[in-house]
């Protein structure tokens, strides 16, 4: 099983993307720069266990990668991680179907 970090910023992805892998050894840890790279890296790598997505990704809309990944994968989590504070872009992202704000 995958893990998949989708964040435009490389600093974020690559310190995430150490946590997991410390915290999960045995998983593949995909760093993904866009969230139009998904789908090939599905491909590739087979059906995630986690996402970790930015919420302010460029080409991307609000929380409309939100909906998109809940609605094909709607039992995967899904964790936002913004530098935007909680309130109106955390109930949005978890109205979207998000399992988790950061």
């Not at 892998?21 to 590739?44: W, Y």
């Amino acid at each position: 099983m995958s893990l998949f970090i989708i964040d435009d910023h490389p600093l974020v992805r690559q310190a995430i993307g150490m946590l997991l892998r410390r915290l999960r050894p045995t998983s593949v840890v995909v760093e993904l720069e866009k969230f139009s790279e998904l789908p090939a890296a599905i491909i590739k790598h087979g059906t995630p266990e986690l996402f970790v997505l930015d919420l302010l990704l460029p080409g991307v809309k609000g929380a409309s990668a939100v909906s998109d990944i809940k609605s094909l994968y709607p039992d995967i989590p899904l964790a936002i991680i913004s530098a935007m504070p909680a309130g109106e872009a955390e109930e949005t992202c978890i109205e979207a179907g998000a399992d988790l704000y950061l």
